[in-house]
């Protein structure tokens, strides 16, 4: 069976002062403080996060 793949996240700027869902969202994608890495399955679910809160997070 193959490998999964998967993205590394950075957490880049703070949530502080964003709406509540994406607070949650960056909770959800296991980032807490600044410049914490998360690496997580690369799924449409994840992506559809990344993506919500793409003005935080980098993809490394």
Do not use: C, F
Not at 1 to 25: C, Y
Not at 31 to 48: I, P
């Amino acid at each position: 069976m193959a490998e999964q793949k998967t993205i590394k996240i950075k957490l880049v700027r703070s949530p502080i002062g964003t709406k509540a869902s994406h607070r949650a969202t960056v909770r959800g994608l296991g980032l807490r403080k600044l410049n914490s890495v998360s690496e997580l399955e690369d799924t449409a679910a994840v992506r559809g996060m990344v993506n919500k809160v793409a003005y935080l997070v980098q993809v490394l």
